[in-house]
C-alpha cells in the first residue's frame, strides 16, 4: 500500500473547555500542527511525549499494549486530546508512544475518513464526504 501521511491540528480538549466557559482566551489556547502517520494496522492512536507536553498533557493511565511481535508492555495514556484532521474534528485518547503522531482505525472510524490506497492519502468517507456520520446500533 506504501506509506500514508496526513496533516493534524492537536489540542487539549479541556483548554477548548476553558475557552467556551470564558476562562482562557482562544490566543492562550495550544496547538500543535505536525505530520501524522497513518497506520491502518494499529487500533489506537499514538502521541510522543515531547507533543503532549508542549499541549499541556500528561499520562494518566498505564494500559498495556501489544506489539506486532507479540511483546506487550504497560505504556502511558493520556486523556483528552482533540485531533483536527481534513476539516474534522474529534477528541480520543492517545497512548504516549514513539517519536511521531501516527492515527490508528479508532480515530479514522470515529471521524469517518479512509485511506485511499491508490494515491495514498487520507479521504473523507464518499458516502458522507461534508460530515462524519458516527453508526450506532
Known sequence: MGEVRVKV?????????????????????????????????????CVPQPVLDRLGLQ????????????QKEAVGAAYGVMFDILDRRS????????????????????MDLLVDCTNRRLVPNPAHPDVAVNKLK
Open 59 to 70: 499520562a494518566l493511565d498505564h494500559p498495556v499494549v501489544e506489539y506486532a511481535n507479540g
Open 91 to 110: 477528541s480520543d485518547d492517545a497512548l504516549v508512544f514513539g517519536d511521531e503522531v501516527m492515527i490508528g482505525q479508532t480515530l479514522l472510524e470515529k
Open 9 to 45: 491540528k492537536l489540542s487539549s480538549v479541556a483548554e477548548h473547555a476553558a475557552v467556551a466557559a470564558g476562562k482562557l482566551r482562544v490566543a492562550d489556547a495550544r496547538a500543535i500542527e505536525a505530520d501524522a502517520l497513518v497506520d491502518t494496522g494499529a487500533v489506537r492512536t
